[in-house]
């Protein structure tokens, strides 16, 4: 299956698979294909998406590596094979873009004003100048980005978290008494004839009023690193309290989000200690996808060492661009969680609805939370697909009152 990294922080993987590719280069083609000349109105994310999908089937026969970059441009390998398979290919992305103005007037077929061909033989050089000027841009425009949030939040009257700011963030964590923040949501199953039935509950910490408690001038989330260095504590946190309270978590099914590095720490085998086997088959582990693929190595060992033991595993913050990309048998998943959107339903068209019924089939309609549902058209829409597990705001009225 082939790889998509279409993270700013995931530029630096292209640079290093390239650099890779230095001592082995016999039979590998390299493609750079600017999408970002297209004006922004051609480059959907339907579009996109679906540019991504055209590619990716090169993948069931050949050896390959496929990188979106943030501003759209896509540089994929493939090895062993001859331009001409891969020119039929580009001409279908030409003709998903054709109505852009880069090709207007131009020669039928034509594709060089947004594709350029590499032989990593004899222009490997070039092509890797090449790259690191687009990831060179591309850092540039996301540090571009991101001074536009500061000033945005700034005008908010939140400072941005900042390292200085960790230590103090840190030490209200350990001594904050975390139950006063943890939430809890339930996914149900829906019967056709008996309606909704909670079948296991997520625990999660509200951010939002963790935010406000520990430090109310400052946004915790607007560094997504530092972020991150908090979910951890936040993690170890989440531990502890369950062992402290594990006659109330454990008697029904719950699921907790956790971080993949959490799960390989001296704190995390402790936890695992004080839970009885039989009890360990109702805890699942949601997540994320950014986490996961971030280092397969790391996921793959903790999905074998805790899987063996008997813990679930979940893939948490899908949607119907990402669904495409994820095989959950192929990951060794227990479930996948897609959330709702309303442009699932925007599509006049019916094909996405039916790509993702596809998609769904693939992963078992059974194995898949459809999660976010704020009203009864998300329901609706999550049936169609085969989907029987629920979660969001319009379950929880549904449970409370008694509603099937």
Same mark, same amino acid.
């Given at each position: 299956?082939?790889? *998509?990294?279409?993270?700013?922080?995931?530029?630096?993987?292209?640079?290093?698979?390239?650099?890779?590719?230095?001592?082995?280069?016999?039979?590998?083609?390299?493609?750079?294909?600017?999408?970002?000349?297209?004006?922004?109105?051609?480059?959907?994310?339907?579009?996109?998406?679906?540019?991504?999908?055209?590619?990716?089937?090169?993948?069931?026969?050949?050896?390959?590596?496929?990188?979106?970059?943030?501003?759209?441009?896509?540089?994929?390998?493939?090895?062993?094979?001859?331009?001409?398979?891969?020119?039929?290919?580009?001409?279908?992305?030409?003709?998903?873009?054709?109505?852009?103005?880069?090709?207007?007037?131009?020669?039928?077929?034509?594709?060089?004003?947004?594709?350029?061909?590499?032989?990593?033989?004899?222009?490997?050089?070039?092509?890797?100048?090449?790259?690191?000027?687009?990831?060179?841009?591309?850092?540039?425009?996301?540090?571009?980005?991101?001074?536009?949030?500061?000033?945005?939040?700034?005008?908010?009257?939140?400072?941005?978290?900042?390292?200085?700011?960790?230590?103090?963030?840190?030490?209200?964590?350990?001594?904050?008494?975390?139950?006063?923040?943890?939430?809890?949501?339930?996914?149900?199953?829906?019967?056709?004839?008996?309606?909704?039935?909670?079948?296991?509950?997520?625990?999660?910490?509200?951010?939002?009023?963790?935010?406000?408690?520990?430090?109310?001038?400052?946004?915790?989330?607007?560094?997504?690193?530092?972020?991150?260095?908090?979910?951890?504590?936040?993690?170890?946190?989440?531990?502890?309290?369950?062992?402290?309270?594990?006659?109330?978590?454990?008697?029904?099914?719950?699921?907790?989000?956790?971080?993949?590095?959490?799960?390989?720490?001296?704190?995390?085998?402790?936890?695992?200690?004080? *839970?009885?086997?039989?009890?360990?088959?109702?805890?699942?582990?949601?997540?994320?996808?950014?986490?996961?693929?971030?280092?397969?190595?790391?996921?793959?060992?903790?999905?074998?060492?805790?899987?063996?033991?008997?813990?679930?595993?979940?893939?948490?913050?899908?949607?119907?661009?990402?669904?495409?990309?994820?095989?959950?048998?192929?990951?060794?998943?227990?479930?996948?969680?897609?959330?709702?959107?309303?442009?699932?339903?925007?599509?006049?068209?019916?094909?996405?609805?039916?790509?993702?019924?596809?998609?769904?089939?693939?992963?078992?309609?059974?194995?898949?939370?459809?999660?976010?549902?704020?009203?009864?058209?998300?329901?609706?829409?999550?049936?169609?697909?085969?989907?029987?597990?629920?979660?969001?705001?319009?379950?929880?009225?549904?449970?409370?009152?008694?509603?099937?």
């Amino acid at each position: 299956m082939v790889e *998509i990294h279409n993270r700013i922080d995931d530029c630096d993987m292209l640079l290093h698979f390239l650099a890779a590719l230095d001592k082995e280069k016999k039979g590998w083609m390299a493609v750079h294909i600017q999408l970002s000349k297209l004006r922004p109105k051609s480059r959907s994310a339907n579009q996109l998406r679906i540019a991504a999908e055209t590619m990716e089937s090169l993948f069931d026969k050949y050896e390959g590596r496929l990188f979106m970059m943030p501003a759209g441009d896509v540089a994929f390998f493939i090895k062993g094979v001859t331009k001409a398979v891969v020119e039929p290919v580009v001409d279908r992305l030409r003709y998903l873009f054709s109505e852009d103005p880069l090709f207007v007037g131009s020669i039928e077929g034509d594709s060089s004003r947004f594709v350029t061909w590499y032989d990593l033989i004899t222009e490997y050089r070039a092509f890797q100048n090449r790259m690191q000027g687009v990831v060179k841009q591309a850092i540039k425009d996301r540090a571009t980005q991101l001074e536009k949030e500061r000033e945005a939040r700034l005008g908010t009257g939140l400072t941005p978290i900042e390292p200085s700011h960790l230590a103090k963030v840190g030490e209200a964590l350990n001594n904050a008494d975390l139950s006063e923040w943890i939430r809890g949501q339930s996914i149900c199953l829906h019967d056709p004839e008996q309606g909704f039935r909670p079948v296991f509950r997520e625990f999660f910490v509200s951010i939002g009023e963790l935010n406000r408690v520990l430090m109310a001038e400052v946004d915790i989330t607007a560094n997504r690193w530092l972020f991150q260095y908090l979910t951890n504590l936040l993690d170890q946190r989440m531990l502890s309290f369950l062992i402290r309270n594990n006659q109330a978590a454990y008697r029904k099914a719950f699921s907790i989000n956790i971080n993949v590095s959490t799960l390989l720490t001296p704190e995390f085998k402790k936890f695992d200690q004080q *839970i009885l086997p039989q009890a360990k088959r109702t805890i699942m582990f949601e997540l994320q996808a950014i986490d996961v693929y971030s280092d397969m190595g790391a996921f793959v060992f903790a999905r074998d060492t805790w899987q063996e033991k008997g813990y679930r595993f979940c893939l948490d913050g899908l949607n119907h661009l990402t669904l495409p990309l994820v095989d959950r048998r192929a990951l060794g998943l227990d479930l996948l969680k897609i959330n709702w959107s309303t442009e699932m339903v925007q599509d006049e068209t019916g094909k996405l609805a039916e790509k993702m019924q596809d998609m769904v089939s693939q992963a078992i309609p059974s194995r898949v939370i459809f999660a976010r549902c704020d009203s009864s058209d998300a329901v609706q829409f999550g049936r169609s697909l085969g989907i029987s597990l629920f979660q969001g705001r319009y379950m929880d009225k549904v449970v409370a009152g008694g509603q099937g």
